[in-house]
């Protein structure tokens, strides 16, 4: 990743956010010395960094899995499925029993 390079050989994953990064940065910082061209590439900044370590990704899905163990532990049987029918939905009803 470091290398710019993806698994494949071609481009990395994240290549283009450090592109828009990049040029965002070129573009609002020049030969003045005053900081607040960088705070102009906060938006790309973190995408890019979202593209590297997928923070966010990450917080969402354990949101979400908190909020599931937390509906399990008040109702233990709100994800029992029951098929509709007489077809059993783990045998998706290709084998009937006699």
Avoid at 65 to 90: I, S, W
Wanted: glycine share 8%.
């Amino acid at each position: 990743m470091a290398s710019g390079y993806g698994l494949d050989g071609g481009v990395s994953r994240c290549f283009p956010f450090w592109q828009d990064l990049l040029s965002c940065y070129v573009v609002n910082t020049g030969s003045t010395t005053s900081d607040e061209g960088k705070w102009k590439c906060v938006p790309q900044r973190d995408d890019y960094y979202e593209c590297l370590h997928h923070k966010k990704e990450m917080r969402k899905t354990q949101a979400i899995k908190a909020a599931y163990n937390r509906r399990l532990k008040q109702d233990p049987n709100f994800d029992t499925r029951k098929p509709e029918g007489e077809a059993d939905v783990r045998s998706l009803g290709l084998l009937q029993k006699k």
